[in-house]
């Protein structure tokens, strides 16, 4: 079946404008997860959503970044006036059981903020 | 607060030949999930391998073997037989299992395959 799909692929922005990025999840998986990858920090985990329960934004750097999940299923990730650092590719996974996690990537974003 | 360890930035092995990569990880945990993911170019990150901590056998796929040594909290990644397909950066990651649902990374090893 399809696999978890991320748009756009690649995204040029100046700094301080704002910035959507999606991601459509493997139909049926009910686990959804934000990570960025940038060159000095790695991979790191950015939020979490389960369901219909309250998601977990323990990794987002800054009020400047949000998500939502609408209807169980697609995510959108924005960033607000967006920054230099802000430079990194943002990587989209999704797993059927947050408890069995194993998680099933998307082929990511890359945000260039000029 | 759980932390994995890739020592080797980069690692290089001849088609056809075997090579080893290293990760270990801290955690005061018991029960917990490791894994190796695969990045290529195209960057999307497809799993290698998973072992869970209360299996004492080492997990194995084809070609891809681990060696998981609890005690010493290694888990190290086995390539047999490369091919030229199996150049990627390579990523080790810990998952404590339960409610935590976080992945956390190495900083990845690049793998080279040389023809």
């Known amino acids: 079946g399809a696999g978890v799909s991320q748009s756009p692929s690649n995204k040029v922005t100046e700094k301080g404008k704002d910035v959507e990025l999606r991601c459509d999840p493997i139909s049926g998986h009910t686990a959804l997860y934000w990570y960025r990858q940038s060159l000095g920090q790695g991979l790191e985990f950015l939020i979490y959503f389960q369901g219909n329960s309250a998601p977990d934004k323990s990794g987002l750097p800054s009020d400047r970044f949000s998500a939502e999940r609408t209807g169980g299923s697609v995510s959108t990730l924005t960033i607000q006036r967006t920054q230099q650092e802000d430079s990194a590719v943002y990587l989209c996974?999704?797993?059927?059981?947050?408890?069995?996690?194993?998680?099933?990537f998307g082929p990511g974003t890359r945000l260039t903020v000029l | 607060a759980q932390t994995v360890t890739q020592s080797q930035p980069e690692m290089s092995v001849q088609e056809a030949e075997t090579v080893t990569l290293s990760c270990t990880y801290d955690?005061?945990?018991?029960?917990?999930?490791l894994f190796w993911y695969k990045q290529p170019p195209s960057r999307q990150m497809i799993l290698v391998i998973r072992?869970?901590?209360?299996?004492?056998q080492n997990a194995t796929e084809n070609r891809f073997s681990v060696n998981f040594q609890k005690a010493a909290k290694s888990f190290s990644l086995k390539i047999s037989d490369s091919q030229l397909g199996d150049a990627a950066m390579y990523f080790c990651a810990y998952n404590s299992g339960g409610s935590n649902y976080k992945l956390t990374f190495g900083k990845g090893t690049l793998l080279t395959v040389n023809p």
């Open positions: 072992q869970e901590a209360y299996k004492q």
């Open positions: 996974a999704s797993s059927l059981r947050a408890v069995y996690n194993e998680q099933f």
């Open positions: 955690t005061s945990e018991s029960d917990y999930y």
